[in-house]
């Protein structure tokens, strides 16, 4: 359980380095409603690293404050994930039933940055 705790921060970096990496990949997710899709695509990306960096810190202050963010963040990007499976033509190389399976796995994440951000217990 501690090791699935602290990926935590290390992914959430990783997904978001992605943003600047493969900008062109997230664009297809931009709900229509929503303005200025490649300021957005950053901004979730610098949200994500930082998140994930807060995570990462001992400091239990901070990594509460990273778990905050990356739960503000999740939820933020959440129409995103309803973008992909309602148009599923975007993302050819994706089985439809991956892009739905993606709305309940936030769920997953979301719990899964609440248990990072929790402080150790000690044993």
Not at 2 to 16: E, Q, S, T
Not at 28 to 36: D, I, T
Request: aromatic share 8%.
């Amino acid at each position: 359980m501690r090791l699935i705790r602290f990926l935590c921060g290390p992914a959430l970096v990783y997904a978001g380095a992605m943003h600047f990496i493969r900008p062109w990949s997230y664009k297809p997710m931009m709900p229509a409603w929503l303005p200025a899709h490649d300021e957005l695509i950053v901004a979730s990306g610098v949200t994500e690293v930082v998140a994930g960096a807060a995570l990462i810190c001992p400091d239990p202050r901070v990594r509460r404050a990273g778990g905050v963010l990356a739960i503000l963040t999740l939820i933020g990007v959440f129409p995103a994930n309803v973008e992909m499976a309602t148009h599923p033509e975007r993302f050819p190389k994706i089985p439809p039933a991956a892009l739905w399976a993606r709305l309940p796995l936030q769920a997953v994440m979301l719990a899964w940055v609440a248990a990072a951000m929790r402080p150790p217990r000690r044993d």
